[in-house]
């Protein structure tokens, strides 16, 4: 009589049971990894316009009040970004980042200056909701 070679139905189960398990894990942690880097492209636009704002403060010893006086066009937008715009709170320029919906929904990064002695340092916020997506910087 021959042996029976194969995988029996119960072991089957078990590997499809594994592969859900670790599908489970992964899948989260993969689309928190993609809203990330979509985030950073915005971050990038940021950048572009933190150093703006900063040549012209240190230039002038004042704060832009619009993406224009700043040098920057009306619009700076990407894929995942509807606009980086540059404004005026509590007297010192503002640069926020305003994300698409399809990246998440309501999510704004604003990066406040802070000039000293000739340099301009930033500080970020976002909203705690958000947290997970951008730095540890803005949290």
Known sequence: MRKAAGFTLIEL???????????AIA???YQNYVVRAKVAEGLTY??????????????????PSTNASAGLPDTLAGNYVSNVQVGVSSGVST???????????????VFTPV??????????????????????SCH
Request: aromatic residues 10%; proline residues 3%.
């Open 13 to 23: 189960m078990i590997v499809v049971a594994i592969i859900g398990i670790l599908a």
């Open 27 to 29: 899948i989260p942690a």
């Open 46 to 63: 940021a950048d572009q316009a933190k150093t703006s704002v900063s040549e012209y403060y240190l230039a002038g010893n004042t704060w």
């Open 95 to 109: 640069v926020t980042v305003l994300f698409n919906s399809s990246v998440v929904s309501g999510l704004t990064v």
């Open 115 to 136: 000039a000293s002695s000739g340099t301009v340092a930033w500080s970020c916020s976002t909203d705690a909701a958000y947290a997970q997506y951008v730095p540890s």
